[in-house]
């Protein structure tokens, strides 16, 4: 079946450090890719996504590109900040299903220390 | 536009009771889907309504159901209540527009259940 998985964590950081959560998947066909983001006692928030292999997709000074050969979808940023301590979640949707059914990897820990 | 609401947001149960949780999804979204968060067992899907029928389901005991309503509006039951079903019950909608394409899902703040 589809899986995901993602980098041990916690990963703690100093501001402006550069980030990389490495997220890799397995799956049959074509699926969606997704980083969602979870601020404690919240739910969860899109981050970002991207449906075909090579694209990239970036939000925030987030950005992660489809690889179709090594099945992964890496999350970078180029200079963290306190506020983007939060758990980050690698996710994907598959291609062939009707409907709208999203795998999860473990999750991420961040914090970012001022 | 108003996000995915979800009532209540937290909820004390005791062994053996139910429980209803409430889901109203984005103004215009056709389908949603409920998510079980856990700390050992992390997201699980648990399944996904679009227009009043089940469409997916995840792999839960029976004892875990759920429905939608024609104005998509949705509800998750457990009944039989067990220590292990305390968890962040998510609630996810999107718009599902068509069948095949994997519509980005929006999610709600939750609705945490502490099972004593």
């Known amino acids: 079946g589809d899986s995901v998985t993602q980098m041990e964590g916690p990963v703690t950081l100093s501001e402006e450090a550069f980030l990389t959560i490495n997220c890799t998947y397995t799956?049959?066909?074509?699926?969606?890719l997704f980083w969602y983001v979870q601020y404690p006692g919240e739910g969860l928030q899109l981050l970002l996504k991207a449906t075909k292999a090579d694209d990239k997709g970036s939000n925030k000074g987030f950005e992660a590109t489809y690889r179709k050969e090594t099945t992964s979808f890496h999350l970078e940023k180029g200079s963290v900040q306190v506020s983007d301590s939060a758990v980050y979640f690698c996710?994907?949707?598959?291609?062939?299903?009707?409907?709208?059914?999203?795998?999860f990897g473990e999750g991420t820990q961040l914090t970012v220390n001022p | 536009k108003a996000g995915v609401t979800q009532t209540p947001r937290y909820l004390i149960k005791t062994r053996g009771q139910q429980v209803t949780l409430s889901c109203s999804p984005i103004s215009g979204h056709r389908s949603v889907s409920w998510y079980q968060q856990t700390p050992g067992q992390g997201l699980q899907f648990l399944f996904e309504?679009?227009?009043?029928?089940?469409?997916n389901k995840g792999n839960f005991p029976g004892r875990f159901s759920g429905r939608q309503f024609s104005n998509s509006r949705s509800e998750m039951n457990v009944s039989t209540l067990e220590l292990g079903d305390s968890a962040l019950y998510l609630c996810a909608s999107s718009l599902a527009r068509t069948s095949g394409w994997a519509d980005t899902q929006y999610f709600g703040p939750g609705t945490r259940l502490t099972v004593l």
């Open positions: 996710a994907l949707s598959p291609s062939e299903d009707s409907g709208s059914r999203l795998t």
């Open positions: 309504y679009f227009s009043e029928t089940q469409r």
């Open positions: 799956a049959t066909g074509y699926p969606s």
